[in-house]
C-alpha cells in the first residue's frame, strides 16, 4: 500500500487505481472539515470555485444576527455580539493573516466589481493616472469597469485600456507584462492572481515588482485565489487587490467581497465616496463635509450590509481552523492528482490540461480541455458531478479543499473517460447562441 505525504514528489508511487486515492483519503488530515458543510445530496462538487458550500458555521452566523436584529433591532448597531457598526473592519481583520496585509489594510465591504471601481478610480485620481495595463484573458467584469472609470474621466478605453496578449491562450507571463511596460507608458498594472479559465496562478512578487521598476502601481484580482491560496501581499509591496468571498472562502450567493490598500496609499481620496467609509469616530456627526477613514474602512461606501456579511464571519472559522497552508498543501495535491488521472486516464480521449503543471504556478482548479467541453459539462451534470463550462474548450474542475477528498476526484476522472469513451455527449444538444 503507498503511503502518500505531501511534499515534491508526493505522488511519486501513483497509480489510477481507487485504492490509491483511499490511500490519500487516509492521509489527509483535513477530510474532517467536509461534515461542516452541506453537501448536495448524491453530487460530486467540483464547483466550489464558483459558489462555495454552506457550512454550518456560516448558517450559524447568520442565525446569531437574526437574533439580534429580533432582540435587539436599531441598538445591533452597538450592542449585538460582535457589534454590526465595525462588522466590515472586524472582518477585515480576520482576512488580513490570508493575504499576508496588518488588520488595518483589509476591509470588507460592497461587490467585487464596485472595488475595482472605487480603487481603480481612487489610483487614477491620486497618481494622475491615464493608463492601465490588463489582459485579453481577463474575467470581463475587471475590463468593463475599468474602461468606465476611464471614460468617467474623459479617457478613450481604446487608448488607455492595453491589454497584455496571451502567447498559448492560457497563461500571461511575467516576460509579457514587462514588455508591455517597457513599450508603453502605463500607470496602473491590473493583473488577476489566478486566471479564471485556465487556472493559472500569476507571479504577484514579479509583477508587482516590474509594475514599481516602471513607474505603475500594481493591483490585484484575488477572487480565484483567497481562501486556497495564501497571498503576501505587505511583503510583496501589492498596492492594492480585490476579491469575493463566495468562491473559495464559501460565504454564500453575493457575500461582501474584500479589498485590500497597501498602507503608503492610506489618506487617498476614494472615487466611489460614501458615509460608510468616513472615520468611525465622527460618522454620526454628520458632517457634510467627507473625512475618509484613516485605513482601507475608508473605501467602504454604504451601510454595510449585515445579512451578507455575516455567513463570512462563520466561514472564515473553517479556514483559520484548518490553516491557509494546510488548505493549499491539500489543494495542490489534489490538483496535482487530477492532472496525473488527466495524463493516464484520459488524454487518449482527446482531453488536455491546460492548467500549469508547476504547482506554484497553480490555483486551486484543473482546466481540462476538450473539443466536446460544453456537452462534457451537460453529460457530468447529468451524472450529478457539478463543474462549470468555460467557452471554448473548457471544464474547470476545482476539487476545493474544504469538502473534496481524493476518491470523490477518481470517480469524476473515471466519469469523465466514461463520458467520452461511450461518446455519450452525443445525447446532448450542442450548445445554442452563444448562452452558457
Ligand atoms: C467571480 C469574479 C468576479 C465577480 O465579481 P462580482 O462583483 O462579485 O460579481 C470578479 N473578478 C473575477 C476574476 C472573478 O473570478
Known sequence: MPTPTAGDDALADFSPDREYARALDDTDSLSGLRERFSVPEDERYMDGNSLGLCSADAEAAIDRVVAAWKDLAIRGWTDADPDWFHYGERLGARLAPLVGAQESEVVVGNSTTVNIHTLVGTMLDEYEGTTVLVNDLDFPTDHYAIAAQLRQRGLDP??????????????????????????????????????????????????????????????????????????????????????????????????????????????????????????????????????????????????????????????????????????????????????????????????????????????????????????????????????????PNVVRVAPSPYYVGFEEVWTVAEDLRAIAADRRFEHYEPQSGGVT
Request: with cysteine; proline share 4%.
Open 158 to 391: 481604446d487608448e488607455h485600456l492595453l491589454r497584455v496578449e496571451s502567447e498559448d491562450g492560457r497563461t500571461i507571463t511575467a516576460d509579457a507584462v514587462e514588455v508591455a511596460l517597457e513599450t508603453h507608458d502605463v500607470d496602473i498594472v491590473f493583473m488577476p492572481t489566478v486566471l479564471y479559465r485556465s487556472g493559472q496562478l500569476l507571479d504577484v512578487a514579479r509583477i508587482t515588482e516590474l509594475a514599481h521598476e516602471h513607474g505603475a502601481v500594481a493591483g490585484f484580482d484575488a477572487a480565484h485565489s483567497v481562501g486556497v491560496v495564501p497571498h503576501s501581499f505587505d511583503d510583496v509591496g501589492v498596492d492594492f487587490a480585490v476579491w469575493c468571498t463566495y468562491k473559495y472562502l464559501n460565504a454564500g450567493p453575493g457575500a461582501l467581497a474584500g479589498l485590500y490598500v497597501n498602507e503608503r496609499h492610506f489618506g487617498a481620496e476614494p472615487a466611489l465616496a460614501g458615509w460608510w467609509g468616513h472615520d468611525k469616530a465622527t460618522q454620526f456627526e454628520m458632517n457634510h463635509e467627507f473625512t475618509p477613514a484613516a485605513d482601507a474602512g475608508a473605501w467602504q461606501i454604504g451601510t454595510i450590509p449585515v445579512l451578507a456579511a455575516a455567513p463570512l464571519d462563520g466561514s472564515l472559522d473553517v479556514t483559520h481552523d484548518a490553516g491557509i497552508e494546510a488548505l493549499r498543501e491539500k489543494s495542490t495535491l489534489l490538483t496535482e492528482y487530477l492532472i496525473r488521472l488527466a495524463d493516464e486516464r484520459l488524454s487518449d480521449l482527446g482531453y488536455a490540461v491546460g492548467t500549469p503543471r508547476d504547482p506554484d504556478r497553480r490555483g486551486g482548479h484543473v482546466a481540462l480541455e476538450h473539443d466536446e467541453a460544453y456537452r462534457i459539462s451537460q453529460a457530468l451534470r447529468d451524472r450529478g458531478v457539478v463543474v462549470d463550462y468555460r467557452p
